[in-house]
């Protein structure tokens, strides 16, 4: 009587370590990112609130003119570190934009985004809209052709 055919079990490890891997928390690679299109201060002193006056972060250190800050998150007994970075940039006909990268070690990818998400409603509900880039230039008008001139009479050719 032969045994009827079933997987081996070799896998089963494998398998199970890839399947809990899918079901933790991911990190992707890359930091949450996003463009604010306020002056750089307005940015920096909303970012500052937001984390330490409205989320109870704990700034651990921050330097405005290089561009960063560094906060710590403490939550369930645990402390979870943070830091936004901030790059001034230009945009459309000159506005000035301010780039930040949030990571926080130890949370999801959601955690950064929210704090972002978070930083754009405050800097609209604060400040208002982002200003609008200046209206580009109007075409120059087009100028008529040169009416074509011929020669004076008896100019020889």
């Not at 199970?16 to 690679?29: N, Q």
Request: proline share 13%; glycine share 8%.
């Amino acid at each position: 009587m032969s045994r009827p055919n079933r997987p081996t079990c070799a896998a089963a490890p494998a398998l199970l370590v890839a399947a809990l891997g899918a079901l933790a928390p991911s990190r992707a690679a890359a930091d949450a990112e996003a463009t604010f299109t306020y002056e750089h201060d307005i940015v920096w002193s909303t970012a500052v609130r937001l984390l330490r006056v409205d989320l109870g972060y704990e700034i651990a250190e921050q330097d405005r003119e290089n561009g960063y800050l560094l906060f710590v998150i403490r939550e369930n007994g645990r402390e979870y570190r943070g830091a936004v970075e901030f790059v001034r940039g230009s945009g459309e006909r000159g506005l000035p934009v301010v780039e930040l990268r949030v990571r926080v070690t130890g949370q999801p990818r959601s955690t950064e985004e929210t704090i972002l998400r978070r930083l754009r409603t405050k800097l609209r509900d604060d400040y208002g809209l982002p200003p609008r880039p200046p209206a580009a230039p109007p075409p120059p008008p087009e100028q008529p052709p040169a009416p074509e001139t011929s020669p004076p009479a008896g100019a020889a050719g």
